[in-house]
């Protein structure tokens, strides 16, 4: 006699935990292996010979993949559903990983760099339909969860690959990306045992009887939140990417180390605070209307502020972009269809890591061009501005949407 789905699953505290649990290592399997690669660039670099422009291609290639391979993923949800995709991800991101670790040259490095951005960008759409269907009561918080684990997989591999993980392999830089591929391993098979039972499987899979998965490039919601994610991202990536050479060409080398860190941590204290606080905050202006107005605070703090005021702007920095993406996260499971989460989320995804492409080579001619160092973060003190103006559309939409929903 089979067991009832009462009897046989948790319910309750536990399967919410369960759950809990599950999307915060999916979130740390984002980005795990990709934050390996900048600790030990030096020392591929000197290993492969490498010249700064092919430094340049094998680091931007990650954030390339995220906008081409997302509709690609929400190609594989719709033919063979969520889970099956999070976990194909997964393993592709691992093996990439791993072929890194054996890469003779920098083409097979290259080629090996594009499986694992292709995992991770496959994954990405997944884990929306998934908060859907695992925590439907509860989006705001599984989306702060899976985005928690994703900051915590940036801070792992940057905190531990040189002073740990470099000396207990071959104290080169190929031990450290076989050591990262095992995680993403391991959360695989855990996720694959323990995903929660039928009926949430059934949710998480049941996409693919869908045959829609092309976003829908008319509707106003994508390009919404896919360009108010984008300037977001476009901050993170290209502040990273700017603040040591700015730093150093104005004569400030000696803040670059601790506002690279105050970056970085700054966006785990917003992401502990919307464990709790995401659910009610997701769907109101105010928090994305202030986000943008300190982003821009923070980046102009950044520009001409003396060094106190530059790391305490850093850290605001990485305070409020970690904000507007766990709660732009949480959108496409609470505004979409359940049939087309996965189809806006590839959208957004699109969009926004498109900005995070295009940002940062404009930011490179403002410098160019004007010859002034600063002159690299007008763009994305812009996407602040663009962030406050769209902020307000979120109100209407969150509205429309209950109503449809309701």
Not at 322 to 344: Q, T, W, Y
């Amino acid at each position: 006699m089979k067991a009832s789905p009462s009897e046989s699953e948790p319910s309750g505290t536990a399967r919410l935990l369960q759950a809990g649990v599950l999307l915060w290592l999916a979130g740390i399997g984002l980005r795990l292996t990709i934050l390996a690669v900048p600790p030990v660039i030096p020392l591929i670099r000197d290993d492969l010979s490498l010249s700064a422009t092919e430094i340049g291609v094998l680091t931007g290639i990650p954030a390339v993949l995220f906008a081409l391979a997302a509709i690609p993923g929400s190609l594989l949800i719709a033919r063979f559903g969520a889970l099956t995709t999070l976990l194909v991800g997964l393993l592709a991101t691992a093996a990439g990983s791993a072929f890194r670790g054996i890469a003779p040259d920098i083409w097979f490095l290259y080629a090996a760099t594009v499986v694992t951005g292709f995992g991770v960008a496959v994954m990405q759409p997944a884990l929306p339909p998934l908060v859907r269907a695992w925590m439907p009561q509860k989006i705001g918080f599984g989306t702060a969860v899976y985005a928690n684990g994703l900051l915590i997989g940036e801070v792992l591999p940057v905190a531990l690959t040189l002073p740990l993980i470099v000396p207990l392999t071959d104290g080169g830089w190929r031990g450290p990306f076989l050591a990262w591929a095992a995680p993403c391993v391991v959360f695989a098979v855990v996720i694959l045992l323990f995903a929660p039972g039928r009926r949430a499987a059934a949710g998480a899979s049941g996409f693919a009887s869908n045959r829609k998965w092309w976003p829908d490039w008319n509707s106003g919601l994508l390009w919404r939140i896919g360009i108010m994610f984008g300037t977001v991202n476009a901050m993170y990536f290209t502040i990273n990417a700017f603040v040591p050479d700015i730093l150093a060409r104005t004569g400030r080398d000696d803040l670059i180390s601790i506002t690279l860190t105050a970056l970085n941590v700054g966006q785990l204290p917003a992401s502990l605070l919307l464990l709790v606080f995401a659910g009610r905050l997701v769907r109101k202006v105010w928090p994305y209307v202030a986000c943008g107005v300190g982003a821009v605070v923070a980046i102009l703090g950044i520009m001409f502020g003396p060094p106190s005021v530059v790391i305490a702007c850093a850290l605001l920095n990485g305070f409020v972009d970690a904000g507007v993406l766990i709660l732009i996260f949480a959108l496409p499971p609470l505004l979409a269809k359940p049939e087309d989460v996965h189809r806006l989320a590839a959208g957004m995804f699109t969009i926004s890591y498109s900005c995070a492409v295009i940002t940062p080579i404009l930011s490179g001619l403002a410098w160019d061009l004007s010859g002034e160092p600063l002159a690299a973060f007008v763009p994305v003190l812009l996407g602040g501005v663009v962030l406050i103006v769209l902020a307000p559309g979120i109100g209407g939409v969150a509205r429309a949407s209950r109503d449809v929903h309701a």
